[in-house]
């Protein structure tokens, strides 16, 4: 039996049962630990929740810098978005929460890791291959695989019969996760595809209909595919995600609505709003497709597919993971420049693009032939065509038949 036991901690309605459930399972003493990821939450309010619902100790651990650098911005850089329009905001949270955890845990020795994920979500996947990472020898506790409460509805009656205050009612049961680059919403209406999110629903983003009826211009600039700059200004990278998604959501930009395959097999449907990270994968895709080369650009866009499932998966403490860091960060170092995007009621268009290594030569795309010799394209076209020019099947001209040979004539040779 588990003797101390940290607790990934948000204050939310499954990780506040968590507390007690434990306390009243194991007989352990529960530590709960608050990853400071950018969520916009009262932190100091959460651990003293913590503390008041039975948690021995409470720590919050500041991980904003962390997140973006470490963990958004390697992503960013690979172009990874999941199933065309998932940009990741949960997914690469989690490892830095549960590496952070497990190191905890194992200053504090504990014996024991926990987490509030269900086990139908990815989530549960993604702390998980954390923990083992980091801290392999520790046991995992997963009380949704372990307690007889099966949804939501029941978590809000242990809720009430143990006096632990929270957030939801059976009237408002979207469960949410923020961080610094989104806010999800799952639950609810959205579970039937059928129904369009309630607009009350949305919590971040403003209706695109309600926005300034004046846009706003922006310059988004990168160093080897980092955002380094926005209108010129160099902000530190928390300051410089937080002025984007301010920008952004007021300007309506940033809402998703989809229906995604999570990794267990099932398609759940779910919302997100993600302002300032709308602003900085559509530049980012935009100088890419002014520095790279065509062969560099196709051949990632295959290992950005295979980042972003990873990602999804939880497999960031991974070799391969690492690798393609390497991959991505030696094919970035000509992703430089600025970008210019102008925002009006829920809409973004490209208004600029400049790069000092642009690999786009006004001479050479002009319709005039200076520096470019039309004749040499005739050659290659007739050797490009060649499949198509020789009918599939046809077989390769059969050489002239000789003539019989008399009988006799070889003997006397």
Not at 319 to 335: G, H, I, K, N
Not at 373 to 397: H, M, R, Y
């Amino acid at each position: 039996m588990p003797q101390k036991v940290v607790l990934a901690y948000s204050g939310g309605l499954d990780t506040s049962i968590i507390v007690p459930w434990l306390a009243e399972t194991y007989g352990c003493e529960v530590v709960a630990m608050i990853g400071d990821v950018g969520q916009q939450e009262d932190l100091e309010a959460a651990r003293r929740k913590a503390l008041a619902t039975g948690a021995s100790a409470a720590y919050v651990e500041d991980l904003r810098e962390e997140f973006v650098t470490g963990y958004i911005w390697p992503t960013l850089r690979a172009g990874a978005v999941y199933e065309y329009k998932y940009l990741l905001g949960t997914s690469f949270a989690r490892p830095v929460i549960a590496k952070r955890q497990a190191e905890l845990a194992l200053k504090l020795g504990a014996d024991a890791l926990a987490h509030g994920c269900t086990g139908k979500g990815n989530d549960q996947v993604r702390f998980e291959l954390a923990y083992k990472a980091i801290a392999p020898g520790l046991k995992i506790i997963a009380p949704w695989r372990e307690w007889t409460i099966r949804s939501r509805e029941d978590a809000i009656a242990y809720a009430g019969a143990h006096k632990v205050p929270i957030e939801q009612t059976k009237a408002s049961i979207y469960s949410r996760d923020r961080n610094i680059w989104h806010l999800s919403h799952e639950g609810g209406l959205l579970e039937d595809p059928a129904h369009a999110p309630e607009e009350s629903m949305w919590q971040w983003v403003v209706a695109p209909e309600r926005a300034p009826d004046t846009p706003a211009e922006i310059e988004i600039g990168f160093e080897a595919g980092t955002p380094v700059s926005v209108n010129g200004r160099r902000p530190a990278p928390v300051e410089l995600l937080e002025e984007l998604n301010a920008t952004a959501a007021a300007h309506g930009v940033g809402r998703t609505d989809l229906v995604e395959n999570r990794l267990v097999g099932i398609k759940s449907r779910g919302a997100y709003e993600t302002p300032g990270g709308t602003l900085l994968v559509a530049a980012h895709r935009e100088l890419e497709a002014l520095c790279l080369d065509r062969e560099t650009s196709h051949f990632q866009q295959q290992l950005s597919l295979r980042y972003a499932e990873m990602v999804y998966y939880g497999l960031w403490f991974t070799p391969l993971r690492q690798a393609l860091d390497a991959f991505f960060s030696s094919a970035q170092q000509r992703v430089t420049g600025t970008v210019g995007l102008k925002l009006y009621k829920g809409n973004l268009s490209v208004t600029q693009r400049f790069s000092p290594l642009s690999l786009y030569r006004t001479d050479l795309a002009s319709f005039s032939m200076a520096r470019y010799n039309p004749k040499d394209a005739e050659g290659f076209i007739n050797l490009f065509a060649l499949p198509v020019t020789i009918p599939q099947g046809d077989s390769a001209p059969r050489p002239a038949a000789q003539p019989a040979r008399v009988a006799g004539q070889a003997a006397k040779r």
